[in-house]
């Protein structure tokens, strides 16, 4: 992102052939050391190989995302759509699940005459 940026940010051809070709030339220098490749990742790594592999990859997604889920939270009630996203989600939760639950209820009675369900 940082080199997309500088590119975008360059004001003559010159300059962004000259960013572009240095870029190029520590990519190239980067991949001719192997201990330092970007697909080499043993040399990265010190850590031991976990013992337990079930829920392995919930948990590497809740590490990852954990910095993330409380933002998920705040800005559905902060800012200034707030009410608009919330009758939004209510219309959408009243006619996408309640009513058709509502309806099959019904129809559910009414085909059995009241045997299954509540009284």
Do not use: W
Request: with cysteine; aromatic share 8%; charged share 25%.
């Amino acid at each position: 992102m940082d080199f997309r940026q500088r590119l975008l940010e360059m004001q003559s051809e010159t300059e962004f052939k000259s960013v572009l070709l240095k870029h190029a030339q520590d990519l190239a220098s980067e991949q001719s050391n192997p201990t330092r490749r970007l697909g080499n990742h043993e040399a990265d790594l010190d850590f031991d190989e976990p013992k337990c592999r079930i829920a392995q990859g919930l948990c590497e997604d809740l590490r990852r995302r954990l910095s993330h889920y409380i933002s998920d939270y705040v800005d559905g009630v902060v800012g200034h759509m707030t009410i608009h996203k919330t009758i939004s989600t209510i219309f959408f939760l009243y006619f996408a699940c309640l009513l058709p639950t509502i309806a099959f209820g019904v129809l559910n009675h009414n085909n059995t005459q009241g045997k299954i369900g509540g009284k």
